[in-house]
């Protein structure tokens, strides 16, 4: 083997990697920041950090505001959050309305500057994060593809699915080092958003999980076809 093809081998394959676990980042925070997934997570972790006080403030708010009308309407910061009089759960309504209203809202910055500015955060749980997401995921999944187009090249016979498994098995490796990190989480942070925690990371890591068995299965087809073949 020419040392330049064993220099584009190496280019080829850092390239792959590189682009695949981009790849696979911005696909689980597309897939985090999904609205159906997401809202339970936030409106259940949001209704328990409001105060037992606050919450019979709330109850007895919208229990005068409701005498003469249906719906009553609670204002929260800079939103305005409508209650049904009929609601069996006023705090757990309050939560989800408030998420719609941050999720849905029409935020002016982009993604990296909303993250610079406190009032402004929630856009990275928000529909404009998840297009944002979802939009880089597909430029990079097609970057990917020409990336493994481009490490194939440089590769031939039983040197495919073995090059190709060895990338995907050191970009599926994460899994465990995303495990690890997780048993290190503190007790205390797991207690107050460990819902939220747990679908942030378990999203992340079965995504690289799915990369690391194709990759072992690759690796092993291409390590036994090369043995093989030395035999004959």
Avoid at 69 to 94: F, H, M, P, W, Y
Avoid at 189 to 204: C, E, F, R, Y
Wanted: hydrophobic content about 45%.
């Amino acid at each position: 083997m020419s040392s330049k093809r064993k220099i584009g081998q190496i280019l080829a394959g850092v390239l792959f990697t590189l682009l695949l676990s981009i790849f696979i980042l911005l696909l689980s925070f597309a897939q985090i920041t999904d609205y159906t997934k997401l809202k339970p997570h936030v409106v259940d972790l949001s209704a328990k950090q409001i105060p037992e006080a606050q919450k019979e403030q709330l109850r007895l708010f919208i229990s005068q505001n409701c005498q003469n009308s249906k719906t009553a309407e609670i204002k929260l910061g800079n939103d305005t959050v409508t209650v049904s009089c009929q609601s069996n759960d006023v705090i757990r309504e309050i939560a989800e309305n408030t998420f719609d209203n941050l999720y849905f809202r029409n935020y002016s910055c982009t993604i990296l500057d909303c993250l610079k500015n406190q009032q402004t955060m929630f856009a990275v749980f928000s529909l404009k994060a998840n297009n944002f997401f979802n939009g880089y995921a597909l430029i990079f999944a097609m970057l990917t593809v020409l990336s493994a187009v481009f490490l194939v090249y440089f590769l031939s016979g039983w040197g495919i699915p073995k090059g190709i498994g060895i990338s995907l098995v050191s970009v599926g490796i994460s899994y465990f080092i995303i495990g690890f990190a997780k048993n290190s989480i503190p007790q205390e942070i797991l207690s107050l958003a460990g819902p939220l925690i747990n679908l942030i990371i378990d999203t992340i890591a079965y995504n690289f999980l799915l990369v690391l068995i194709p990759g072992i299965i690759l690796t092993v087809i291409g390590v036994i076809g090369s043995h093989l073949s030395r035999r004959k």
